[in-house]
């Protein structure tokens, strides 16, 4: 199985940044498209982030220009950069990977427990 673990999280103002980090561990094989999504109360899970393993990226259109994405392969980690903050990017945040592990056959995605951000005056 993968553990994804999120971090860097937090309460910032409008038009400020952070910088999220996903953590992603256990019996891996190779791991394929990771990304972020972003849930906010009372709205549908939507895709913030992909990136693949060749280093493709896609983006919502609503954070283009705004956030951008990366990962590090040697270390399992996917991150996502966030400028220009808006309190409408206010939703916990939530890793994604697609990826191989030892004894399950195939390829499965994998989902972390979500970071919270809040953009708030």
């Known amino acids: 199985q993968v553990q994804l673990v999120e971090s860097g999280g937090g309460l910032v103002q409008p038009g400020g940044s952070l910088r999220l980090s996903c953590a992603a561990s256990g019996s891996i094989v190779s791991l394929y498209t990771m990304g972020w999504y972003r849930q906010a109360p009372g709205k549908q899970r939507e895709l913030v982030a992909i990136i693949n393993s060749g280093g493709g990226t896609n983006f919502a259109d609503s954070v283009k220009g705004r956030f951008t994405i990366s990962r590090d392969n040697a270390k399992n980690m996917v991150y996502l950069q966030m400028n220009s903050l808006r309190p409408e990017d206010t939703a916990a945040y939530l890793c994604?990977?697609?990826?191989?592990?030892?004894?399950?056959?195939?390829?499965?995605?994998?989902w972390g427990q979500g970071t919270q951000v809040t953009v708030s005056s």
């Open positions: 994604h990977v697609y990826g191989v592990v030892s004894g399950v056959i195939g390829v499965s995605g994998y």
